[in-house]
Nanobody, 119 residues
Framework: QVQLVESGGGLVQSGGSLRLSCAVS????????MAWYRQRPGHERESVAT???????TYADAVKGRFTISRDHAKNMMYLEMANLKPEDTAVYYC?????????????WGQGTQVTVSS
């Protein structure tokens, strides 16, 4: 059974930092693209960052320069370092696995971790 479990969310003041983790079990992540998504209140779920198996990263414009995505194949985990957080970063953050090349969702999602940024 494939499971993705996010952790590391919480309440932080504007300008603060958090590190999210995604622990994957039941499948090895080495072949897949990995991604962070978020769903802000009143908004659709949106892509935040994606990292390929060979660690090429892309970011949404809204987080570029502030967030860093990374992965550890030995630990079968993915991370999102978030710095200079803003109130508009408040959201539930989800990790996701995607096929390489086409970057299609393979249907595995975590339950999400809440990030709340106070002004």
């Amino acid at each position: 059974q494939v499971q993705l479990v996010e952790s590391g969310g919480g309440l932080v003041q504007s300008g603060g930092s958090l590190r999210l983790s995604c622990a994957v079990s039941g499948i090895m992540i080495g072949y897949f693209n990995m991604a962070w998504y978020r769903q802000r209140p009143g908004h659709e779920r949106e892509s935040v960052a994606t990292i390929t198996a060979n660690r090429l990263a892309t970011y949404a414009d809204a987080v570029k320069g502030r967030f860093t995505i990374s992965r550890d194949h030995a630990k079968n985990m993915m991370y999102l370092e978030m710095a200079n957080l803003k109130p508009e970063d408040t959201a539930v953050y989800y990790c996701n696995m995607r096929r390489p090349l086409a970057n299609e969702d393979v249907g595995y999602w975590g339950q999400g971790t809440q990030v709340t940024v106070s002004s």
